[in-house]
């Protein structure tokens, strides 16, 4: 679990504008959910239902690898990109992984440049660790399920 907390800690650092981690979806619903976007943005999103209109949640469900938002404008038809933009998400990449039978989905966000092609690179071997790491973990201890809260209000709320 260390390393988990090791990889979590890790993208937090490489995505200045936040993140969102969606770990082992089953159905619509991950096993793990981790964001670090600005507060205000997350419950706007929660409270418009925007999930269902991600640019980046459709395209993760339909594709594996990475792909720049900028490059998802044209599946952005209710403007959720746009509408991220304006609390300072502004440039992101989406991150698809789909490994042992199981589909992790990610968005990270800067609000300054795009990413280049190495921070990319960097991200998607980080995300696929923390895809992998946490994918044989179906039963948890009460220990591992504490730290995993813990590390969700740090991200949420910190």
């Known amino acids: 679990m260390t390393q988990a907390n090791g990889l979590l800690r890790?993208?937090?650092?490489?995505?200045?504008?936040?993140?969102?981690i969606g770990l082992h979806i089953h159905y619509t619903t991950p096993r793990y959910f981790f964001q670090s976007y600005d507060r205000?943005?997350?419950?706007?999103?929660?409270?418009?239902?925007?999930l269902v209109h991600d640019p980046i949640v459709r395209w993760g469900f339909s594709s594996e690898g990475t792909i720049r938002w900028s490059a998802l404008a044209d599946m952005d038809e209710m403007g959720v990109l746009k509408q991220a933009g304006d609390y300072g998400m502004r440039y992101g990449v989406?991150?698809?992984?789909?490994?042992?039978?199981?589909r992790s989905i990610a968005g990270f966000a800067r609000s300054d440049r795009e990413m280049t092609d190495i921070e990319i690179a960097a991200l998607h071997k980080d995300f696929r660790a923390l895809h992998d790491e946490t994918l044989g973990m179906l039963v948890l201890s009460p220990d591992?399920?504490?730290?995993?809260?813990?590390m969700s209000i740090y991200l949420t709320h910190g």
Do not use: C, D
């Open 94 to 102: 989406a991150i698809s992984v789909m490994r042992g039978n199981s």
């Open 40 to 50: 205000e943005w997350f419950e706007i999103y929660s409270g418009r239902g925007l």
């Open 10 to 20: 890790q993208l937090h650092g490489k995505s200045p504008g936040g993140f969102a």
């Open 144 to 150: 591992i399920h504490e730290t995993l809260r813990q």
